[in-house]
Each structure stands twice: as C-alpha cells, then as structure tokens.
C-alpha cells in the first residue's frame, strides 16, 4: 500500500514565524501535492510538483513557498506565518504517466495548523 | 478552467437505507477521470471509486456505485445499505491529462442510527 505520511499531526505557531511542513511518500511517484483544506472551501491546491526540484503554483500560492529536493519528499513553507494561514494542510502524491492518469491521488493523514 | 461543483454541504441518511450524493463538473476535455473521495473524521482521505469517461459502464465498488451522465456533467454517488461507518466528508474530483486535480467543496453525510 502505498504510505504518505506528514511530519505533524497538530501544530500550533505564533504570528511571523517560519514553518515547515514535511511530506514523504514511499511509492516513487513523481507527482507530490500540498493543499489546503477549509470548510465550505473544499481543497484548494498550494503547489505541486513533477519532479524533484521542479515545482507549479496551484491556485493559492501566496504566501507559500515549496522544496523538492529528493523524490520521496515535498516541503511546504510558510516564510511568515499569518493567521489567515490556520487551516488544515494536506499532502498527497500520483504516479506518473499513463498509468498515474488513472490512478487517484493517495493522501496523507494531514497537519492542523494553527497560526496565534 | 475546469470546476466540480457539489451543491449539497449536507446530508442525512438512516441506517441500511439508501443516499445519493450528487456532483456537476465543467470542462470542455472529452477523456478525463472522475473520483468520489470519503474523508471520516480526523482520519485520512481515501478513494471509494473512479470512472473514466471513455467508459460508458457506471463504476460500483460493492455498496458504492455511481450515476456517470457525460452529456449532463454529472456524477453522482449511491452508498445502499449505508453503515454508521459511512459518516463522513465525501469530495468529488475531476482529473484530466494533466498532473491537476479539481475538488468540490465537500458533501457532510450523517448516518442516523
């Protein structure tokens, strides 16, 4: 089965402060995602990317910041936390490919980030 | 741009009846792929089935299965029997060629005992 997995479950932060959100998946995908979950919002795409250090803005990149610097693991960064950035955070990962177009998207458990 | 649009935030449903989710998208693609998702609470979210469009057959997954309309844009999600263990967030999504995937905003099911 393939494994993703998040540095933290729950996070709390103060205001102006860096943080980083690890991701790592063990199923060699190329593909590795970070979005961001509200209610009423659904899941909004940060950033992916392809490739290790490749990187595409999704639809809410402000504010945030990626490294891929090996295949198996993808940073999400917050250079200055805000507290319009408490949210729920989610990373997942896809193959590639003809078989990564039908393949879904396989998703890690998720961090709860609370910015004070 | 392509959009999945569930209209429904909430929904209940009794115990061993039967409850039907309902998801539109947009886009002009003809080969895309579409996934209904179940997010339980504070768990992680995981596939409860997919379709391809090409493919004309409606996806089942034992008690999941799906209405895929192409021509009306719509897919929508039938749980029979429903289960207490059912209670959860469940999210619509569209994928085409692209690595993207597109989400709706989330369908809240209850399952009433």
């Known amino acids: 089965d393939v494994k993703v997995t998040q540095s933290s479950r729950y996070l709390v932060k103060r205001t102006g402060e860096k943080v980083f959100l690890e991701c790592v998946q063990d199923?060699?995908?190329?593909?590795m995602f970070w979005y961001r979950q509200d209610p009423g919002l659904g899941l909004r795409l940060i950033y992916f990317?392809?490739?290790?250090?490749?990187?595409e803005k999704g639809d809410i990149p402000e504010g945030y910041s990626v490294s891929r610097e090996k295949k198996e693991r993808f940073s999400l960064i917050l250079e200055s936390a805000s507290t319009n950035q408490t949210s729920m955070y989610l990373c997942?990962?896809?193959?590639?490919?003809?078989?990564?177009?039908?393949?879904?998207?396989?998703f890690g458990p998720g961090t709860r980030l609370t910015v004070l | 741009a392509q959009t999945v649009t569930q209209s429904q935030p909430e929904m209940s449903v009794q115990e061993a009846e039967t409850v039907t989710l309902s998801c539109t998208y947009d886009?002009?693609?003809?080969?895309?792929?579409l996934f209904w998702y179940k997010q339980p609470p504070s768990r992680q979210m995981i596939l409860v089935i997919r379709?391809?469009?090409?493919?004309?057959q409606n996806a089942t997954e034992n008690r999941f299965s799906v209405n895929f309309q192409k021509a009306a844009k719509s897919f929508s999600l039938k749980i029979s029997d429903s289960q207490l263990g059912d209670a959860a967030m469940y999210f619509c999504?569209?994928?085409?060629?692209?690595?993207?995937?597109?989400f709706g905003t989330g369908t809240s099911l209850t399952v009433i005992p």
């Open positions: 997942a990962s896809r193959a590639s490919g003809l078989a990564g177009r039908t393949d879904t998207q396989y």
């Open positions: 199923m060699d995908h190329e593909n």
């Open positions: 990317s392809y490739d290790v250090k490749m990187k």
């Open positions: 886009t002009s693609e003809s080969d895309y792929y």
């Open positions: 379709q391809e469009a090409y493919k004309q």
């Open positions: 999504a569209y994928s085409s060629t692209g690595n993207q995937f597109y």
